[in-house]
């Protein structure tokens, strides 16, 4: 199937990526990756050359770009065994976390863009993402079902602080009384702390905080613009006193990087009032696999060849394994392993319970001005 063409998706011109080669340190500063991979639907791929005139440090830093979407349907839907959620929506398209392990790298080429640098550069903000939603949930065939935000890219990055558009949707949401499940890292979360108790208490709402490591200096390499570890066990903390069922995500598991830490993140997670934990094992579908693997030898060179070892030995010998049932747990020995770890660490703590069903018995479309009211019995 063709890609789609950048100019059916944005309102903004999309210039080409012009950073396929490592660009310096200082000017990428507080990003994941450290080049732009050629877009794997193009023919031609660009590179620079000294032509003896430019100089690498007269070059600026490498600067955030939002590129507006005009796309005119914002739910998503998905048939995946591997997934507990048939629709999600993704406000935002990229994410500024630059989390150099994101599994939704590799979406950024459908846009033309490179799951490189661009993807944690150059995003694509929805503005008309609320108005789109209510005109969905109020189609006549409209059957509710748990909606997932944060799935693919986080909703509470940093330019959502900007955009606030995640706030627009809860608003959409609480106001047709829809039950949500919410994946995220972002610190200001606590900005709609308000919004989200209501849900939760209404049994509407479940977050998952991603809780990767507790080692300040790994989580700021390979997740440079997300909150830090502590801030992460606040936001469970205040979630759970707001009356919202909290999930602990600790993913992904990266052998010889941070799984030693499974059982101490559980337990820090419990402390803050978590009820559940979930995990999946580093993925690295396409582009990713390059990409983190540079980052390896740059950040860890001293482990590199083991932790890919391991990740091999999770995924039957390759990079990774798309195939369902696998993708997110890997297979062998090692696997089991992590599996065992993770349960009896969840039962020591409490955290091997389900968290109860998203209620969808209250969905309801608010009345608008001028819709005739039902008359009383």
Request: glycine share 6%; proline share 8%; hydrophobic share 40%.
């Amino acid at each position: 199937m063709e890609p789609p063409q950048v100019d059916e998706l944005f309102e903004d011109d999309a210039a080409p990526s012009l950073f396929t080669d490592e660009i310096a340190p200082e000017r990428r500063r507080g990003r994941g990756a450290a080049r732009n991979p050629a877009v794997r639907y193009d023919r031609l791929t660009t590179g620079r050359t000294d032509d003896g005139w430019d100089r690498e440090d007269d070059a600026p830093p490498v600067r955030t770009e939002v590129i507006r979407d005009a796309s005119r349907s914002i739910i998503a839907r998905n048939t995946s065994p591997d997934l507990p959620f048939d629709r999600s929506v993704n406000p935002y398209r990229g994410c500024e976390h630059g989390c150099i392990y994101c599994f939704a790298r590799p979406s950024h080429a459908q846009l033309g863009l490179s799951p490189g640098l661009d993807f944690e550069t150059r995003l694509v903000v929805k503005p008309r993402a609320a108005a789109l939603l209510e005109t969905a949930l109020r189609r006549p065939g409209y059957r509710p079902a748990p909606l997932a935000i944060g799935t693919n890219t986080d909703a509470y990055q940093p330019i959502d602080r900007e955009h606030g558009i995640m706030r627009e949707l809860l608003e959409v949401l609480w106001a047709y009384r829809h039950p949500l499940f919410i994946t995220t890292k972002g610190a200001h979360l606590t900005r709609d702390i308000d919004l989200l108790g209501r849900m939760g208490r209404a049994g509407l709402l479940q977050v998952a905080i991603s809780l990767t490591t507790l080692d300040t200096r790994l989580s700021r390499a390979m997740e440079p613009r997300a909150a830090a570890p502590p801030r992460r066990l606040r936001l469970m903390r205040a979630l759970a006193q707001a009356g919202v069922p909290v999930q602990v995500n600790t993913s992904p598991i990266i052998p010889a990087l941070n799984d030693h830490e499974i059982e101490r993140l559980i337990a820090a997670a419990a402390e803050a009032g978590a009820s559940k934990v979930s995990y999946s094992v580093l993925r690295l579908p396409q582009e990713v696999s390059g990409l983190f693997q540079d980052w390896l030898a740059r950040e860890y060179p001293d482990r590199a060849a083991r932790v890919m070892g391991k990740v091999r030995e999770l995924h039957g010998g390759r990079d990774y394994d798309p195939q369902w049932g696998k993708r997110m747990r890997g297979e062998g020995v090692y696997a089991q392993l992590i599996s065992r770890r993770v349960r009896a660490a969840a039962a020591r703590h409490g955290l091997d319970r389900a968290l109860p069903a998203l209620r969808c018995d209250l969905f309801r479309a608010p009345p608008r001005a001028g819709d005739q009211l039902a008359l009383p019995l």
